[in-house]
């Protein structure tokens, strides 16, 4: 039997991550893109003359999106969608995805604004979708009947908290997490870092990105209250450093970590657990989600991001290079798409899960 699709709107239509979104709705088997939205700059023009010189994909536009208007991000415009994806800049995302919310629309954001909200979840796809159970939660307490936020993690997060998720449910709580990031230049938006200052360069500085890797890890890691309307934070000490670094997409990230128990586990106990590692969006078989969660590399010099952020269309994350740390117990390399696992993807996963677990009845 053909279930009907929900009718989607996409709002930051015609950014980095709105043409992901773009690419990864246009067939989809649950959702029909219906309405699109962006700034005053594209509002009126249909799509792909909104994104005329600024479509960067190595596809071409969707024909079946090509003509579709852009409009204003209002309520009024979007009230008859089921489901909104937001791509939209922080700034606008302040005030718009409260209003949507208000209106009884359900909101899936990538902006940073609602991540540490104490009602919204945040949500890695891979790790941790059981931090939807706050939703019946926000809906009382802002006093609707299906409007709510959900929201998907930075994306230098979003690479990092699967395999962390991974062994602190095997092997308990972690004590300690280094993370070192070299962050492709897409994470910063079209058109971003300027060509001069990134050519044959490393910037070490990406504003705000290294609090919010630690703030968002914690709570990622802690768990909902039994009765579903606390975040409770997991003490775990996360220390970042982030780069910029001359790669289009797909963010690297070297992590040392230590862990509670004594002794710790074994190299080969922690690959084991890091290859056999399974997530809900694989058991419910949401759309988006890939084969193997955690692709874990014995190659000596993988996960490499020009090899292999496309594998698994960007969903899954890799690790690589799991070793001893002679000052925690054990580092490893992770590789993950920004643009894709890190931001679209996990929304539009977030979204088959949520359907999935009856979130969008
Ligand atoms: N790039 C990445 O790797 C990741 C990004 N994010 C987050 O996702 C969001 C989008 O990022 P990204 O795609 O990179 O950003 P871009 O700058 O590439 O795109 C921003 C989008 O927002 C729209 N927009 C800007 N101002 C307004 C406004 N006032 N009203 C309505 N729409 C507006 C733009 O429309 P127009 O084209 O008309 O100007 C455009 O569609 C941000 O919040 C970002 O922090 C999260 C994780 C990873
Ligand atoms: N700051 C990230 C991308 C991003 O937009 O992050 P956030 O959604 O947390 O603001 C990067 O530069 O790679």
Redesign the pocket.
């Known amino acids: 039997m053909q279930l009907t699709k929900q009718k989607v709107g996409v709002?930051?239509?015609?950014?980095?991550?709105?043409q992901r979104f773009i690419l990864l709705l246009a067939q989809h088997p649950n959702f029909k893109i219906h309405k699109l939205?962006?700034?005053s700059?594209?509002v009126g023009k249909v799509y792909k003359d909104?994104v005329k010189g600024r479509w960067k994909q190595v596809v071409g536009i969707p024909e079946n999106i090509a003509s579709v208007p852009v409009l204003e991000?209002t309520v009024e415009n979007f009230k008859d969608c089921d489901i909104v994806f937001s791509?939209?800049?922080?700034?606008?995302?302040s005030t718009i995805e409260p209003a949507f919310r208000k209106a009884e629309l359900r909101v899936f954001s990538?902006?940073?604004n609602f991540r540490l909200d104490e009602q919204c979840p945040l949500v890695v796809p891979l790790a941790n979708d059981s931090h939807f159970g706050i939703l019946p939660h926000q809906q009382k307490a802002q006093g609707l009947q299906k409007g709510f936020i959900v929201t998907n993690a930075?994306?230098s997060t979003t690479g990092i908290i699967p395999p962390l998720k991974a062994l602190q449910d095997a092997f308990g709580s972690l004590d300690k997490v280094v993370v070192t990031t070299l962050q492709a230049v897409?994470?910063a938006?079209?058109p971003g870092v300027s060509s001069f200052d990134i050519h044959d360069n490393v910037v070490p500085y990406i504003s705000g990105e290294e609090e919010k890797i630690e703030a968002e890890t914690m709570k990622m890691l802690g768990s909902l209250s039994s009765d579903g309307t606390q975040f409770q934070k997991e003490p775990v000490t996360v220390s970042a450093q982030c780069n910029r670094v001359p790669v289009l997409d797909g963010h690297t990230e070297c992590v040392s970590l230590s862990f509670k128990q004594r002794p710790p586990p074994s190299i080969d106990q922690v690959k084991e657990v890091l290859r056999n590692y399974t997530c809900e969006a694989q058991k419910l078989k949401a759309h988006s989600a890939p084969a193997q969660a955690i692709v874990v590399h014995e190659e000596e010099d993988r996960p490499q991001p020009r090899l292999d952020r496309d594998h698994q269309n960007g969903a899954c994350v890799h690790v690589g290079r799991v070793r001893k740390c002679p000052v925690f117990d054990v580092k490893f390399v992770v590789l993950s798409n920004?643009?894709m696992i890190?931001?679209a993807t996990s929304s539009v996963m977030n979204a088959e899960i949520a359907l999935a677990q009856g979130y969008l009845n």
């Open positions: 709002l930051g239509a015609t950014g980095t991550v709105g939205g962006a700034s700059a594209s909104a991000c791509g939209l800049d922080s700034g606008p995302a990538n902006a940073k930075n994306c897409s994470g938006g079209y920004n643009v890190g931001a």
